[in-house]
């Protein structure tokens, strides 16, 4: 996995909530056997009217987002299936970075995106951001206030930055264990497997309850 | 310094102390070692595949020279792109059939178990786990499919996984994960007449949400949860993906033993094997003093049958209250609600029992077992579908196909006017040919209402099989509790 440092690009808007992961990539690409080549389908649906021409009405359609590479959304993203092949559709439909809200508090707690979603993200370079409803609020009014709005994010320090007439600023959290892998690029199979021995020694008191 | 109370209990007593939950039990077993970084490498005791999220997994092995570490704790079938009618054996759609071929090669390479098309065991691949007995309680069961919360309806845990980590657990046969929290849901009191656990299960999602379960496995428990058939669980299980859930779990009891035992299914350990692991399965269900992170209390006998009206299945109301305005959808904006009555062409305060339908949708990993079978095949018994509209039924499995046709209902569905297929995912996700045209409006016992979930601009309502095959019958929604004088 490529590593992710720090990242400066434009940011587009997605106004909508629970996004799920079939409207991200809908079903006729899943067939591929490939892992590249997804980008173009990338919210096929809404992008695409009937003919295959640009949907005029889809905002990220729009000229001033042609280049953008961070996605500002609401609440829920991602969730549904389980298909990676969402998450490589917006990496190689050059995003970089997702922001969405999480909302409320304790037992009330709702991230801003899917489990599943996000875990995938994790595994292909793909930073995502959770922040307020009301920091989320702000970075909406701001891209639609500016065009060619640029972000930045550095993933060390974990700050999102606004780069519009004055600079705004954003802290995030971020899993510990998650971030480690994604600065250094790191491949889980590889980590895992340095654990191979633990692995062998688990599996000769474990019982699997599998009939041979 | 101690009160006067305390006991010098040593770390590893007082952990045998703790209550546990049910999750806490299967987690605590499968746990081949913390790591530093917060996250637990998780031993994976079964692991399934299917045709669609798998081939770039493999692939992932290839390029890097590793190998499936245990193909016999690997099962696989082919369900998504497969026909379910007459041409069943032939893929004509070329992509669909490479995809399909592929799998062939790759559990042949790997020595894994394959159903694939034409195989008498082949299936839906959350249908035929439980069914040859792959799926027992107890278990960390995964697949790379959303939906593979089904199997916690056994008392094993089950979740999905992205491509990554198919090829993470075919490397390793493990998983690094974070410990999710725990969340009791406990359904008192006795369903009505005609009202199931898809009542159940989506009456949940209309409380809490499509992300109200995220970072958490429920528990589902309670009197209406013990009454309920094998079947009946896995719909419920099935659909805690839909309210967010990592997984959901009903602890295992006598229900679920005699469903293992019932017929021979072959992975099912025999004999001592069976003995011991049957006193496993006898400890883990909640330690009754166990402690949940969140809990939630939901009166069964006030459930209404369930249809959803929007594109989220969290937009769904009782079959006898209108379609609801923009302001009154809790947990959804009105700009969202309006993109949804728009996209599915319903006018808040419209009923839908008013709606006509195109097309009813008996199947998928939700409701297409012999139960769901059995019931919605009583209520078509000695009637005929609506003229207008087309009625399919899609067993789950090919044994649940032999099954129901052994006890007559296919008869009693083609004599309604139905379309009886052979198994697969059909129209749940239209990656086969079973698919809505744009505009269609389905009643559909799937779990997804989704845009274009069912084809491009298609109108997906979910409901349970009783409240689908009444539809059928008249056409358009009906209260199945009031429909013909009550005498269903």
Redesign the interface.
């Known amino acids: 996995m490529e590593a992710f440092t720090t990242h400066r690009g434009i940011l587009a808007p997605l ?4 996004v ?1 992961t ?2 991200i990539i ?3 690409f ?6 590249t080549g997804f980008g173009p389908s990338a919210f096929f ?1 809404w992008r695409y009217l009937l003919m295959g021409e640009d949907n005029p009405e889809f905002e990220l359609n729009e000229a001033r987002y042609a280049d953008r590479s961070l996605l500002v959304t ?3 993203f991602g ?7 969402a ?1 490589w559709a917006l990496a190689q439909d050059g995003y970089k970075v997702i922001i969405a809200p999480y909302r409320g508090e304790g ?1 009330d707690y ?2 801003g995106f ?3 979603f996000k ?2 993200c994790s ?2 370079g793909v930073v995502t951001i959770e922040l307020s409803e009301a920091e989320v609020e702000t970075i909406f009014q701001a891209v639609y206030g500016e065009d060619g709005l640029e972000a930045s994010v550095d993933l060390e320090k974990q700050k999102l930055t606004l780069h519009g007439d004055s600079e705004v600023t954003f802290d995030f959290d971020y ?3 998650v971030k ?1 892998k994604l600065l250094k690029g790191l491949d ?2 590889e ?3 340095l ?2 021995d ?2 062998k020694k ?2 000769e008191t ?7 | 310094m101690k009160g006067i109370l305390s006991y010098n209990v040593s770390p590893s007593n007082q952990e045998l102390f703790m209550a546990k939950t049910l999750f806490e039990k299967i987690w605590d077993r499968h746990v081949v070692r913390d790591l530093p970084d917060g996250t637990s490498l998780l031993y994976i005791d079964r692991h399934l595949v299917h045709e669609v999220t798998s081939p770039q997994a493999f692939e992932g092995l290839r390029l890097t020279g590793r190998e499936v570490r245990h193909p016999e704790l690997t099962f696989s079938t082919m369900d998504h792109n497969v026909p379910t009618d007459d041409t069943r054996l032939t893929i004509k759609d070329p992509i669909s059939k490479a995809q399909v071929e592929a799998l062939e090669t790759n559990c042949n390479e790997s020595g894994i178990h394959l159903y694939g098309i034409g195989d008498e065991n082949q299936g839906i691949v959350h249908v035929i786990g439980p069914e040859m007995g792959i799926t027992v309680p107890g278990l960390t069961l995964v697949c790379g499919d959303s939906h593979t919360s089904t199997h916690g309806a056994f008392g094993t845990l089950a979740f999905g996984i992205g491509t990554s980590e198919v090829e993470h657990v075919l490397a390793t046969q493990t998983l690094r994960q974070k410990k999710p929290k725990t969340f009791k849901v406990e359904f008192t009191g006795k369903l009505s007449p005609h009202v199931h656990s898809k009542d159940m299960v989506l009456k949940l999602i209309g409380i809490i949400g499509t992300a109200g379960g995220t970072g958490s496995v429920f528990e589902f428990c309670g009197e209406a949860i013990e009454a309920l058939s094998m079947e009946a669980r896995m719909t419920i299980c099935n659909m805690a993906i839909e309210g967010g859930a990592k997984a959901g779990l009903i602890a295992p009891d006598q229900t679920t033993f005699d469903y293992i035992l019932a017929q021979d299914r072959p992975f099912v350990p025999k004999g001592e094997a069976l003995e011991k692991a049957m006193e496993e399965w006898k400890k883990l269900p909640s330690d009754p003093d166990a402690v949940f992170d969140r809990t939630l209390t939901i009166d069964a006998s006030k459930i209404a049958p369930q249809v959803s009206w929007g594109t989220s299945p969290g937009m769904v109301i009782d079959v006898d209250t209108p379609v609801p305005g923009l302001d009154e959808v809790p947990g959804y904006s009105a700009g969202d609600v309006q993109k949804a009555l728009d996209y599915m062409g319903l006018d808040a305060g419209q009923k839908l029992t008013d709606c006509k339908l195109d097309t009813v949708f008996i199947g998928s990993c939700t409701n297409a077992r012999i139960e769901d079978l059995r019931r919605a095949a009583a209520v078509v018994d000695g009637k005929k579908k609506a003229d207008h509209l087309r009625f399919m039924v899609v067993p789950g499995s090919q044994q649940v196909r032999k099954q129901a046709e052994a006890e007559g209902l296919d008869v009693i569905f083609k004599a309604a006017g139905a379309e009886w297929r052979w198994a697969g995912c059909s129209m749940c996700l239209a990656m086969n040919p079973d698919k809505l045209a744009p505009q269609e409006r389905c009643a559909s016992t799937s779990n997804r209402n989704f845009e274009g979930r069912q084809g491009a601009g298609g109108r997906t309502h979910l409901v349970s099989p009783e409240m689908a095959a009444a539809a059928a019958v008249a056409g358009h929604f009906v209260d199945i509790r009031t429909w013909n004088g009550g005498e269903n």
Request: aromatic content about 4%.
């Open positions: 106004d909508r909530a629970n799920d079939d409207q809908p079903k006729q899943l067939k591929s056997i490939a892992r649906d609401r609440n829920n969730c549904g299936s389980s298909r990676e092949h998450v037992d709702i991230p899917a489990d599943i875990n995938n595994k292909n899993d510990a264990s480690n889980d199979i980590e895992s497997l654990f191979l633990d692995i688990f599996e474990h019982a699997t309850w599998i009939h041979q």
